[in-house]
T-cell receptor, first 118, second 114 residues
């Protein structure tokens, strides 16, 4: 069974500082990995996804993540935090089931709330 | 292109009642998945619909049921509501095309059971 663990339910950084949100996964098959962002009272917005192409994935809003198979990790980074980055971030893994050719169901971590201090 | 829309945005129901939540998929998407997000938790997969049939289900009881219509829109029905059903219900639509297919989430329906 696949699972995702996000280390740290809350992360606080200063504006302009490096953002690092940690995600480790467990999967018996090559995984597809995702990072989503959720603003208060909103749905989920896809930041980036790994689908077995390049191990360094660049996403929107300056975020990127690196797939490291040896560490079973897919940490999310951004060189310089902005106040608008304050939100909750979810790492997810696809269970690989080929539900009609779509991405199958997503298994989410519990989320990391990012606060950005001025 | 039109995104995923969900209705209603907020809903209050009494324990034991039944509720129907609606989702219009994004243009060009033929698959709909439903998720339940309890407060402070990550979303949990309820089920997925493809070609109007349930095509995968998470660990939810049968009182959670759904439909998909020919235009790919979908409904989530929950019978005999319990207090623990209070959550944000998210709908995601996606297109066929393997793991690289595109998907999008709606803004959700906030259900409160009292």
């Amino acid at each position: 069974a696949q699972s995702v663990t996000q280390l740290g339910s809350h992360v606080s950084v200063s504006e302009g500082a490096l953002v690092l949100l940690r995600c480790n996964y467990s999967s018996s098959v090559p995984p597809y990995l995702f990072w989503y962002v959720q603003y208060p009272n909103q749905g989920l917005q896809l930041l980036l996804k790994y689908t077995s192409a390049a191990t360094l994935v660049k996403g929107i809003n300056g975020f990127e993540a690196e797939f490291k198979k040896s560490e079973t990790s897919f940490h999310l980074t951004k060189p310089s935090a902005h106040m608008s980055d304050a939100a909750e971030y979810f790492c997810a893994v696809s269970d690989g089931a080929n539900y009609g050719g779509s991405q199958g169901n997503l298994i989410f971590g519990k989320g990391t709330k990012l606060s950005v201090k001025p | 292109e039109t995104g995923v829309t969900q209705s209603p945005t907020h809903l209050i129901k009494t324990r034991g009642q039944q509720v129907t939540l609606r989702c219009s998929s994004q243009s060009g998407h033929n698959t709909v998945s439903w998720y339940q997000q309890a407060l402070g938790q990550g979303p949990q997969f309820i089920f997925q619909y493809y070609r109007e049939e349930e095509n995968g289900r998470g660990n939810f009881p049968p009182r959670f049921s759904g439909l998909q219509f020919p235009n790919y829109s979908s409904e989530l029905n929950v019978n005999a509501l319990e207090l623990d059903d209070s959550a944000l219900y998210l709908c995601a639509s996606s297109s066929s095309g393997g793991q690289g297919g595109k998907s999008a989430f709606g803004s959700g329906t906030r259900l409160t059971v009292v």
